[in-house]
């Protein structure tokens, strides 16, 4: 039972340490800006990209790790806020799926201007059978999720992106849908 107390403490520790320091200063005024309410956005305003990964590279791996991929779909909108849908195959090979209706991305981090720092939360679903135990607070399936992520800007506005879930690395490329449409 430690270890898995000690599993989900450090799960749960870089993306809260993230979040943390990327909320600083920044949040009174936010209480201050959130007690108006805010119009809905149709989903036709913000910038939406594809975004693609072919390879997460685990830190650990176990002999019943297998090849992630991801596929998904993302928003960021004039506040930049962040929100999206991913569909991939999770490190045991099952088909997961990935809601984030919040999150938040912050350009420039650190001063580096193609540097953004951004973070996701929603819901996951797609841990299920002998895999279940290995997300936490999952039940029938279903877990929260925080993921951080560091993406450096390309040109014409593709992205290369480093989501940090739990002790994994996983490496994506976001492209603009408006590239598309040219």
């Known amino acids: ?6 599993h989900l403490i450090g799960r749960a520790s870089l993306p809260c340490l993230l979040c943390a320091a990327l909320s600083g200063p920044g949040t009174v005024a936010a209480e201050d800006a959130s007690s108006r309410p805010m119009p809905a956005q149709p989903l ?12 997460m590279h685990h830190w650990y791996p176990k002999p019943e790790h297998r ?6 779909i993302e928003r960021y909108d004039a506040d930049n806020s962040v929100m999206g849908f991913a569909y991939f ?3 045991y090979g099952d088909p997961t799926i ?26 996951l679903y ?5 895999w279940k135990d290995k997300v936490p607070l999952n039940h029938n399936g279903f877990s929260p999720a925080i993921i951080p992520a560091l993406s450096w800007k390309l040109g ?12 994994n690395v996983m490496f994506q490329l976001q492209i603009p849908l408006s ?3 040219k």
Do not use: C, D
Request: aromatic share 20%.
């Open 44 to 55: 036709t305003s913000g910038n939406w990209y594809l975004t693609v990964s072919p390879y």
């Open 67 to 72: 090849h992630v991929w991801l596929l998904g």
């Open 89 to 91: 195959q999770n490190s």
């Open 98 to 123: 990935y809601a984030y209706p919040w999150g938040q991305a912050y350009p420039n981090f650190l001063g580096v201007e193609k540097l953004t720092a951004k973070w996701s939360a929603g819901l």
């Open 156 to 167: 014409s506005g593709y992205e290369a992106q480093i989501a940090l879930p739990s002790f």
């Open 126 to 130: 797609g841990y299920v059978g002998q």
């Open 1 to 6: 039972m430690r270890t898995y107390i000690r």
């Open 179 to 181: 590239n598309f449409a």
